[in-house]
């Protein structure tokens, strides 16, 4: 399956590198869009501030660094379900597949197809204004920290927006603050508020942009694989929850 095995091979290193990212939904009807923009829609712009100063008021005594950036803001509230416009994608193919695997009502499993998107960060980082891409030659990197992009933005959500316009986009590695993070392989691409037709973007601005469509009738097999291979809800949620969902799962009767 060419999706496990999409690794170029780097003269230069001797080794084999991707440098591709994947996103697993399941639904292949489902549209590509911000927790932010699903919540606010046309008032995304205005709400987003608001959201995040009192997200950061009420979580600092949790985060005191969360009250010096936006961004580790988003990322945190990210991972409690606040609203954002950062959109999850995942370094491992295995990871996209499980969430594409995943089912709310599970004897809606094979029901529908799923989906696995894929970009390519080479692709993203081409497409940066120029002043970004220098910081990242300087940092010998191609993916943007939570530092780099407060130094560069000056912890500005309008200059970003301003920067990016609609024709780019910022890819994040988030800092290591829990397990979950660590499990998932995460990455997050920064969504700019002028950006309101995501595979709009994608398919007139990238090559390398694959969407990969998987039959329903191949969930539950496809589902089982990933249990033996040890990709799981116990693990993409280390805790008393994800081996509760496992489990659930596990013992659930077709």
Partial sequence: MPLLSEQEYRKDLHRNRSSYLYRGMPDASFRMYTSLSRNCKNLSKTLEPAILENFAKYAV????????????????GQHYGLPTRLLDWT?????G???AMSETEMDEMDQHDCMVW???????YALLPEAYQTLLNRNLSTIYSVDMLREITGNSLQKYDEDMGKDAMVIIEPPSVNTRIVNQY??????????????GFLENRTHNTVKYIIDGQLRWRV?????????????MYPGLDGLSKWIARHYYVK
């Fill in 61 to 76: 005594i949790g985060d005191p660094s969360i009250a010096e950036s936006v961004w580790r803001q988003m990322i945190l």
């Fill in 97 to 99: 597949l499980h969430f």
């Fill in 223 to 235: 589902r089982d694989m990933l249990d033996q291979l040890n990709i799981s809800e116990r693990i």
């Fill in 118 to 124: 894929r970009i390519d960060m080479n692709e993203m």
């Fill in 91 to 95: 370094h491992s193919a295995l990871v």
């Fill in 186 to 199: 995460s990455f997050f691409s920064v969504v700019p508020m002028e950006m309101t037709d995501i595979e």
